[in-house]
C-alpha cells in the first residue's frame, strides 16, 4: 500500500550552526574548553560498556572540542548540492549570532553576507529555507551580562533579528526565532548539563519566560515587516510520555506533570503568537513515580526493546500521539528535527520509514503536517555528547572533512522524489 504527501510537501534535513559550521566562538566554545576534560573523565560511568568500546573516543578530552566541526562554513555549497542530489526541496539550519555580532554592537556585514549567500545557495539548488535565529549559542559578551536571565537580552537579540530581517528580505519566508527553549531552559539551568550550569528552577523560569517573550516579539517585528508574506513558528522537542504501570496512580501523577513541565506549558505559552509548529520528536519516556527522581517525582525507566547508539528508546508510534495532541492548536506542523545516532546505518532507512507512517496516519486524522526535516544532514557535534553519537544522512570524515552518503541517505531520497511511502 502506497501512503501519499501533498504536493506541496517539504522534504528535507536540519543543521544548527554551532553543530556543524566550525571556528564558533561563543558561550559553548568556552564552556567545552572548560569541561572537556571532565566530560571525558565521567564518560565511562556515564554510558554502558558496549557504548564505551564502540565509541572509544568519548574517553578523549578532544571529542568535546567542537573545533572546525565539519567546517560547514566553507562546505555548505557542496553540502547543499548533497542536499539537492538527495532529492531535498527544504533545508532547516540557523544563523550563529555570535558570528553577526561577536562584540556589543559591532555587526559584521561579511558575515550577514555570508548567510546571504547560504540563503541564495539554497534557493539555486530548490531548497526552501526554514531560518533559525538562535540555537542555544550566545555571544560572550551575552553570557557576560548574564544571558537569557537578564531582560536586557531580548532588546538585543531583537536588535539582531533586525539586521537580519533588514539583509534577508523576502529571500526568508519561514522564520523559526527559538529553538527548543524547554530543553535550554531544563538543561542549563535545572539540570546543569548545558551551560551555564545552573540548578536552579526559578532562574530556568526566568530563562523560558524571557526566551518567550523574545519569540513574541520578533514574530511581531517580522510581521509588522513583512506582513502575511512570512511564516513564523516556534521550535519545541516534544515528547510521548507512557506510564510505568498503568494502574499506578502515582505513575499517573507524574506522567502528569511530566507532560506539563517538557509539552504542555511551552506550546501554550508559544502558540498564541506562532504561525506554525515545529515539533523536534526523538523518543518517548515511560514514567515511573519517584520521589527525588531526576524530575523531582518522576523518573524513566523505559522498555528499550530497540535504542539508538545513544540508548534513546525508540518508538515510533508515540510521534503520532505527539502530533495529535497538536491539534487543538489548530496550526500547520512542520516535523524540524526527527533523527537516529545509528553508526553502521543499519536502523536509519527504518526510522524514518517507520516514523513517516505514523506522521501520516495523523494527517489521516486531521493533523496539518506540511513537512518533514531529517536530523541531521550532516554527522556534527553534538553538545555535550561531543563527536561520537552519529546522526547524519552524510557521513563526515573529521579528520579529512570527506563527505560519504549513506545508504540509508538513498532510501529517504526516493520517498522525497516520490512523496510516498510503501507501508
Known amino acids: 500500500m502506497e501512503l501519499k504527501f501533498p504536493e506541496d510537501f517539504y522534504w528535507g534535513a536540519a543543521t544548527s550552526s554551532h553543530q556543524v559550521e566550525g571556528g564558533n566562538f561563543n558561550d559553548w566554545t568556552e564552556w567545552e574548553r572548560q569541561n572537556a576534560g571532565r566530560l571525558a573523565q565521567e564518560a565511562k560511568a556515564a554510558w554502558q560498556e558496549w557504548q564505551t568500546k564502540l565509541f572509544p573516543q568519548m574517553a578523549e578530552p578532544k571529542n568535546y572540542l567542537s573545533g572546525r566541526a565539519c567546517d560547514h562554513y566553507h562546505y555548505y555549497e557542496q553540502d547543499f548540492d548533497i542536499a539537492k542530489q538527495l532529492n531535498h526541496n527544504a ?101 546543569g548539563a548545558f551551560p551555564p550550569g545552573v540548578k536552579n528552577i526559578f532562574t530556568a523560569d526566568k530563562v523560558l519566560k524571557n526566551l518567550m517573550r523574545a519569540h513574541k516579539e520578533t514574530f511581531e517585528l517580522l510581521h509588522k515587516k513583512f506582513g502575511d508574506k512570512v511564516s513564523v513558528g516556534s521550535v519545541h522537542n516534544l515528547h510521548y510520555h507512557t506510564l510505568y504501570k498503568r494502574w499506578n496512580p502515582l505513575d499517573n501523577l507524574a506522567k502528569r506533570i511530566l507532560e506539563y513541565i517538557q509539552n504542555t506549558r511551552a506550546i501554550n505559552l508559544f502558540w498564541s503568537c506562532s504561525d506554525f509548529i515545529g515539533l523536534n520528536y526523538y523518543y518517548r519516556d515511560t514514567v515511573k513515580f519517584v520521589l527525588g527522581g531526576r524530575f523531582g517525582v518522576a523518573d524513566i525507566e523505559n522498555p528499550n526493546t530497540e535504542i539508538s547508539d545513544l540508548g534513546w528508546d525508540v518508538f515510533p508510534e508515540g510521534i503520532y500521539y505527539v502530533l495529535l495532541s497538536l491539534k487543538k492548536y489548530q496550526k500547520p506542523v512542520y516535523i524540524t528535527e526527527n533523527g537516529l545516532a545509528d553508526i553502521e546505518d543499519k536502523r536509519r532507512a527504518d526510522f524514518i520509514r517507520e516514523h513517516l507512517f505514523w506522521v501520516h496516519k495523523a494527517m489521516e486524522n486531521g493533523v496539518d503536517v506540511r513537512g518533514y526535516f531529517y536530523w541531521s544532514l550532516l554527522d556534527n557535534f553534538e553538545w555535550d555528547k561531543g563527536f561520537w553519537p552519529r546522526f547524519g544522512l552524510v557521513e563526515v570524515n573529521y579528520q579529512s572533512l570527506e563527505r560519504k552518503i549513506r545508504s540509508s541517505a538513498l532510501v529517504y531520497a526516493k520517498i522525497c522524489q516520490e512523496n510516498k511511502i510503501d507501508a
Open 91 to 191: 533545508h532547516r539550519f540557523s544563523v550563529e549570532w555570535s558570528r553577526i555580532e561577536p562584540e556589543e554592537g559591532n555587526f559584521k556585514q561579511e558575515e550577514i553576507e555570508h548567510y546571504r549567500q547560504v540563503i541564495k545557495t539554497l534557493r539555486e539548488r530548490g531548497l526552501e529555507p526554514f531560518v533559525t535565529l538562535w540555537h542555544w549559542t550566545n555571544p560572550v559578551w551575552v553570557r557576560d551580562m548574564g544571558g537569557w536571565e537578564n531582560k536586557k537580552t531580548i532588546y538585543y537579540f531583537l536588535r539582531y533579528v533586525g539586521k537580519l530581517a533588514d539583509a534577508f528580505g523576502d529571500d526568508v519566508k519561514f522564520w523559526l526565532p527559538i529553538n527548543e527553549p524547554t530543553v535550554y531552559a531544563g538543561q542549563g539551568y535545572i539540570i
